[in-house]
Nanobody, 117 residues
Framework: QVQLVESGGGLVQAGGSLRLSCVAS????????MGWFRQAPGKEREFVAR????????TYLDSLKGRFTISRDPGKNTMYLQMNSLKAEDTAVYYC??????????WGQGTQVTVSS
């Protein structure tokens, strides 16, 4: 089992920045990749970004490239999402995701990000 706890969400004005954190615990040695997803009110959950443990390669939702940056600190079992130039449409609950070898997905409880225009 892997437990994920997100933090760092909040209320920010448009154009501002936030950094989300996700701390993993449990059987983290089997992690294959971690990522961020988000779900806005009335919409389906969508992929935001992912980072692979083997080589720190990353991938992003195309529309977020240049504004969002995913990173990790292996020593702290923590993943980050730096969000800059935030827009009202970035308002959503952001979820941390972990994929372990074998394909099992784990999810955090989510952290609310609200961008006021």
């Amino acid at each position: 089992q892997v437990q994920l706890v997100e933090s760092g969400g909040g209320l920010v004005q448009a154009g501002g920045s936030l950094r989300l954190s996700c701390v993993a615990s449990g059987r983290t040695f089997s992690t294959y990749a971690m990522g961020w997803f988000r779900q806005a009110p009335g919409k389906e959950r969508e992929f935001v970004a992912r980072i692979w443990w083997s080589d720190d390669s990353t991938t992003y939702l195309d529309s977020l490239k240049g504004r969002f940056t995913i990173s990790r600190d292996p020593g702290k079992n923590t993943m980050y999402l730096q969000m800059n130039s935030l827009k009202a449409e970035d308002t959503a609950v952001y979820y941390c995701n972990s994929v372990v070898y074998g394909g099992t997905n784990y999810w955090g409880q989510g952290t609310q990000v609200t961008v006021s225009s």
